[in-house]
């Protein structure tokens, strides 16, 4: 059996260097004990260099990864990150389109870019899609077909071997953990979105490309999550800034 893939996104936070640190070697240290996933903590980019060294030691089921990327090599960008630089600071996922980088004008084009430029360089992408809102059509599932094709423009199907799809819903990011998508809804977005996976590279490249769920998991509800909506891991946001209850759901997970 896959190991799940549990990604805590720390956004921008916390404050201070101090507090990364404390976070980040209480999760790591209990990560370890984890065997049946693969933990990933992805800290603002200014952070990680504090992490590299108890991170190499932690284990195989521990990585770090960042919020973003770019897809040049070097130049005059100012405040970017190519995939090399994250690559040498122990970085080996990187999210990309998250939905509050898309509401600030990151685009599909770009999304694609940055998700290819990290896959051929050695990171594997995280890459956030889900719609904003739901309608009794279901004009939805359109929405997130188009969404996935071109957040992926330009993909080859030995590109997915490194490609994650994260699918989080926007009206379930950052709600009450009551609001987070229902088991049985995720499980019916899983199937589709490896149904759009399959007709768009193919069977074997489809079922390389972990399905992850984000939005409002805490580690109450993250088990049936996980289980009942078949997903191969989850994107966690505030929950994964708390040692204690991301323990508790990492436990959760690891004994399913
Ligand atoms: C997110 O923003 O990716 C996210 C899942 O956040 P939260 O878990 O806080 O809803």
């Given at each position: 059996?896959k190991?799940?893939?549990?990604?805590?996104?720390?956004?921008?936070?916390?404050?201070?260097?101090?507090?990364?640190r404390?976070?980040?070697?209480?999760?790591?240290?209990?990560?370890?004990?984890?065997?049946?996933?693969?933990?990933?903590?992805?800290?603002?980019?200014?952070?990680?260099?504090?992490?590299?060294?108890?991170?190499?030691?932690?284990?195989?089921?521990?990585?770090?990864?960042?919020?973003?990327?770019?897809?040049?090599?070097?130049?005059?960008?100012?405040?970017?990150?190519?995939?090399?630089?994250?690559?040498?600071?122990?970085?080996?996922?990187?999210?990309v389109?998250?939905?509050?980088?898309?509401?600030?004008g990151?685009?599909?084009?770009?999304?694609?870019?940055?998700?290819?430029?990290?896959a051929?360089a050695?990171?594997?992408?995280?890459?956030?899609v889900?719609?904003?809102?739901?309608?009794?059509?279901?004009?939805?599932?359109?929405?997130l077909?188009?969404?996935?094709?071109?957040?992926?423009?330009?993909?080859?199907p030995?590109?997915?071997?490194?490609?994650?799809?994260?699918?989080?819903?926007?009206?379930?990011?950052?709600?009450?953990?009551?609001?987070?998508?229902?088991?049985?809804?995720?499980?019916?977005?899983?199937?589709?979105?490896?149904?759009?996976?399959?007709?768009?590279?193919?069977?074997?490249?489809a079922?390389?490309?972990?399905?992850l769920?984000?939005?409002?998991?805490?580690?109450?509800?993250?088990?049936?999550?996980?289980?009942?909506?078949?997903?191969e891991?989850?994107?966690?946001?505030r929950?994964?800034?708390?040692?204690?209850?991301?323990?508790?759901?990492?436990?959760?997970?690891?004994?399913?």
């Open positions: 059996m190991k799940k893939i549990i990604v805590g996104n720390w956004k921008m936070n916390p404050e201070t260097s101090a507090r990364a404390e976070i980040f070697s209480t999760i790591s240290r209990r990560a370890k004990k984890f065997k049946q996933l693969e933990v990933v903590i992805c800290p603002p980019a200014v952070y990680l260099g504090l992490f590299k060294k108890s991170s190499a030691k932690t284990g195989k089921n521990f990585s770090l990864g960042v919020q973003d990327i770019f897809w040049e090599r070097s130049g005059p960008y100012t405040g970017e990150i190519s995939p090399a630089m994250a690559l040498s600071l122990g970085a080996s996922f990187t999210i389109g998250h939905s509050e980088r898309r509401a600030r990151e685009t599909d084009l770009v999304v694609s870019k940055k998700a290819l430029a990290a051929r050695g990171l594997r992408a995280i890459v956030c889900g719609e904003r809102e739901r309608d009794a059509g279901g004009a939805y599932f359109e929405f077909k188009n969404q996935i094709k071109s957040s992926l423009a330009g993909a080859r030995r590109d997915l071997r490194r490609v994650l799809i994260a699918y989080e819903p926007l009206w379930a990011i950052g709600k009450s953990f009551k609001e987070a998508m229902k088991p049985a809804d995720v499980y019916e977005m899983s199937l589709f979105i490896k149904k759009v996976l399959t007709d768009l590279f193919g069977k074997d490249a079922l390389a490309a972990p399905i769920y984000g939005g409002s998991v805490n580690f109450e509800n993250a088990g049936l999550i996980v289980k009942e909506g078949e997903v891991g989850l994107l966690v946001g929950e994964s800034l708390d040692p204690e209850n991301f323990t508790k759901l990492l436990r959760t997970i690891n004994g399913l």
